[in-house]
């Protein structure tokens, strides 16, 4: 599986962004995956993530209510809804998947994306 994220770019406070993340091959549907960010100088931080058939989804507290995480199967895509922005989410964001779920929490997922640059200015 190949990973392709999109989507980042300069953005005000306040204001939204989608990312995607498109997935290669076929099955992706048989993958969970997860939106990750790092900003410098920090950890790398697991912000939300989906089972391979939507049915579970997991937000981390910084995002909750903010952010939704969504995939579409036709498109062999996943998305992140980023609304209400704040200059604190500024980082590089990725995506990734892994056929085994747990492996999300401990970030120690088989397959990421290159990372995409949110800037949120003040």
């Known amino acids: 599986v190949q990973l392709q994220a999109s989507g980042g770019g300069l953005v005000q406070a306040g204001g939204s962004l989608r990312l995607s993340c498109a997935a290669s091959g076929r099955s992706f549907s048989a993958y969970a995956a997860g939106w990750f960010r790092q900003a410098p100088g920090k950890e790398r931080e697991l912000l939300a993530a989906?089972?391979?058939?939507?049915?579970?989804?997991y937000y981390a507290d910084s995002v909750k209510g903010r952010f939704t995480i969504s995939r579409d199967s036709a498109k062999n895509t996943v998305y992140l809804q980023m609304n209400s922005l704040k200059p604190e989410d500024t980082a590089v964001y990725y995506c990734a998947a892994d056929r085994t779920p747990i492996n999300i929490r401990s970030g120690n997922l088989a397959y990421w994306g290159q990372g995409t640059l949110v800037t949120v200015s003040s």
């Open positions: 989906v089972s391979g058939n939507s049915a579970a989804t």
